[in-house]
């Protein structure tokens, strides 16, 4: 994906996988000093999701903001800035305790959003 982002930008870009999940595929990669993913999947709607989603971000809530989404190949990307961490599912029991009360704050942070009319259910 590497010379995907590399036409697209007109520049010289490395791409390194940083993620894969079960829609879409992650690379991550640097433009203009920036640290960038570049996420690839079959349904652009995910990715107008997220866009939407973005939104909604603040300090309990933090959601990437999505910069362009776009057809490629045989599906769609997504670049949206990178957030680092380890996914939930990934984490130890012993993480898990340190965990608890921030992912309990996420959750009421979500709650309190207002979901604009037509999205979600």
Do not use: K, N
């Not at 010289?12 to 996988?17: F, G, N, Y």
């Not at 570049?38 to 999701?49: K, N, Q, W, Y």
């Not at 300090?59 to 939930?88: C, F, H, K, N, Q």
């Amino acid at each position: 994906m590497g010379r995907f982002l590399s036409d697209h930008y007109g520049e010289s870009i490395t791409a390194e996988v940083a993620g894969t999940g079960m829609w879409s595929t992650c690379y991550g990669f640097v433009l203009a000093g920036e640290r960038l993913v570049a996420r690839f999947g079959r349904h652009a709607g995910d990715f107008e999701c997220d866009r939407i989603a973005a939104d909604f971000a603040a300090p309990m809530l933090p959601i990437p903001r999505v910069y362009e989404i776009g057809e490629v190949l045989d599906g769609y990307y997504a670049i949206s800035d990178r957030a680092e961490g380890t996914p939930l599912e990934d984490s130890t029991p012993e993480q898990w305790r340190t965990l608890v009360a921030p992912v309990a704050a996420a959750l009421a942070a979500m709650c309190a959003v207002e979901p604009p009319p037509g999205w979600g259910g």
